[in-house]
């Protein structure tokens, strides 16, 4: 406890911290106009409401949140022995297992009052537009938060996972955002060219042209097909981006039906559903926490921290 109360006390007074909460604040304040956008010419905005929110909510944890708990991972063992905190925790009756706990714990909490701030910020969003907090609302809210909060202490675990290896918190810190980038953002990219290559093949698809040679049933299909493909790419290929497959769980809590007097239709599946048909995606978001998090243990167990 003494190195969670620490750690939290810490985390909470970082300039990144307070840093990524005005982001969020930016983000959300955007998202008012977008919503609005979003609303006319629906039918139902109830549910067209809910999946606006819960994607600005995926974004601005991808974009943000993310970042900060991996940069926070990556920079707390090594900024610890480098102004020699580690030393001083250490001369008290605390093993080395209940600090890094106590820290990932304590880094964990700070994470979790971003996400409620967001949460917050999407109940104001909701109340703004007249649209009543529902039970079913909150819940997929919640929901949607929980799988945002496990895909950004997997971030978390695996930066704890590098301030065990790098001894410097500035390289470290260099480092996470180099591969917060490479892996977030740059790698989906490459493969999704992949993902459409192989669409294309399947298709006999060789220019942009044959696509309007084909017959409406014919362009579901692809689509449908260019769907599992870039899910299927993405899981065996980028299965340690946690943002990465949330975003795939995210596409799947809705439908979009064009009506054919210019409006449109969305069908709600629902966040519950979404996740109950990615459970690979899920297994691995959760999964990978504890793995993480306990090799960062067996090193820092077998650390000099002389």
């Known amino acids: 406890m003494w190195g969670f109360e620490l750690e939290l006390k810490k985390s909470l007074r970082t300039k990144k911290f307070w840093l990524i909460l005005v982001l969020i604040l930016l983000i959300y304040a955007m998202a008012f106009r977008e919503v609005k956008d979003n ?10 409401l809910v999946t606006s929110l819960v994607g600005y909510i995926a974004v601005s944890a991808f974009l943000f949140i993310g970042v900060y708990a991996l940069m926070a991972g990556a920079t707390s063992v090594n900024s610890d022995l480098e102004d020699g905190t580690v030393r001083v925790a250490l001369s008290k009756p605390l ?10 714990l304590g880094q964990a909490l700070s994470v979790v009052v971003a996400m409620v701030f967001a949460t917050l910020l999407s109940f104001a969003i909701t109340k703004y537009y007249g649209l009543s ?8 809210l919640v929901l949607s938060n929980l799988l945002i909060l496990f895909a950004m202490l997997q ?14 918190s500035n390289t470290a810190l260099g480092l996470a955002l180099v591969l917060f980038f490479v892996t977030g953002l740059v790698m989906p990219q490459v493969m999704d060219g992949f993902a459409e290559d192989k669409a294309k093949e399947e298709f006999g698809i060789q220019k942009w042209g ?8 014919e362009k579901k299909a692809y689509r449908e097909r260019l769907d599992k493909l870039y899910r299927e790419y993405h ?3 980028l299965f340690y981006v946690p943002q990465v497959l949330m975003l795939d769980i995210f596409k799947g809590i809705d439908r979009t039906t064009f009506n054919d007097d210019g409006t449109y239709t969305v069908e709600y599946i629902g966040v519950k559903r979404a996740i109950a048909d990615n459970p690979a995606q899920m297994a ?7 793995v993480y998090l306990g090799l960062a243990l067996f090193r820092f167990r077998r650390m000099d921290l002389r």
């Not at 093993?95 to 990932?104: D, I, M, N, Q, V």
């Not at 907090?133 to 997929?140: A, I, M, N, P, Q």
């Not at 691995?284 to 504890?290: K, S």
């Open 95 to 104: 093993g080395r297992t209940s600090y890094l706990l106590g820290k990932f």
């Open 39 to 48: 609303l006319e010419g629906a039918t139902n905005p109830e549910e067209v």
């Open 133 to 140: 907090l529902t039970t079913s609302l909150v819940g997929d």
């Open 210 to 217: 044959d696509f309007s040679k084909l017959s409406p049933e």
């Open 155 to 168: 971030l978390l675990a695996l930066g704890l996972l590098i301030s065990t290896f790098v001894c410097s």
């Open 235 to 237: 899981l065996k290929y």
């Open 284 to 290: 691995l978001i959760v999964g990978l926490i504890p």
